[in-house]
């Protein structure tokens, strides 16, 4: 199966056992970058391990001990496992070394395969049941993975705005969002493509004591009442509004924590700067978000996309390590590619 990677609006940061959110968070499904997974599967042998991993054909040390994890915390959930050996094999559509955070598209893509070995032997799951395992078992991977499943927007951790939402897993936001947020797009430019310092995991624990933990639950909580407003009524200026406040609040959290930790770079900064400046002058729509490193995702209705493109190459490339963006926009989630 192929399934997309996803961009936060209200992030998700802090989290307790086991892996549930500490505040509700909603994304953009994305479309281009994605992760292709598959698994053969066949009954396993007693001196047989549980699984092999490559990817892109080729064994890869380092992921065998995330899956390895992943694989122990999801056994209560898929006993099946238990008995057969996994052959997994991964490959991501965009570039490795371009910083891109891959766990949520590796995660929910792992998780739809091995969700859909159950289904293909249990005729009562219906597809809602699938779907939600589909993001439960994701989570368990990767919290942000949870919301990579369907689309445009998944919502994850509960909340009074919108009905359905659980901690446990991720729904798809139900109501039609308004036309000028059809086919967003994101353009992320790569500013450092080197591995992060900090893994989301150190991150979100950094949460647990911190001096500003309370407020940031109630802001998130009122942030995603803006945004939900923002989707139905097409408020774009909100939607800019919140969307620069939560990936500034992002890094302002982390560079307020013990020990304090800095992700983005100056480069960042400068190119949020000249955003805004574009943003006045051409009064294009256009925003900014962040994950937890320093590249930039630019989001913007698709109307306005040669003009962005002209401006990132004009003014932003020079600022992009090997002058790298991807360019990817809203998209459905993970679906099954055709086993031949
Ligand atoms: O899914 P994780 O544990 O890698 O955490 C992701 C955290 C952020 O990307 C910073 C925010 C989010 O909601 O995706």
Redesign the pocket.
Known sequence: CESPSNI?LI???GKYEPQLPINP?I?FTLSNCRTKTSIDYSPRLKAQGKFVFLYDGKTKKSFENKIKEFLDRISSFCPYLENLFLKINSKNTFPHSSGI?S??SAFSSLAFCIVSIEKSYNERMTEQIFFNKVSFIARLG????SRSISGPSMIWGENEFHSGCSNFFAINYNKQLHKSFKNYQNTILIIDNKIKKLS??LG?KKMTNHPFLNDRKNQAKKNLKIILNAFSIGDLEAFIKVVEQEAMT?HALMMSSDPPTVLIKSKTLQVIELLKKFREKEKVPVCFTL??GPNVHILYPEKYKLQVIKFIKEKLVYYCQNELFIEDMVGLGTKLLDSN
Request: zero cysteines; aromatic letters at 10%.
């Open positions: 936060a992030k998700y940061w968070s994304s955070a766990s949520a990767s919290g942000s993975a989301s995991s979100h992002l994950d937890a």
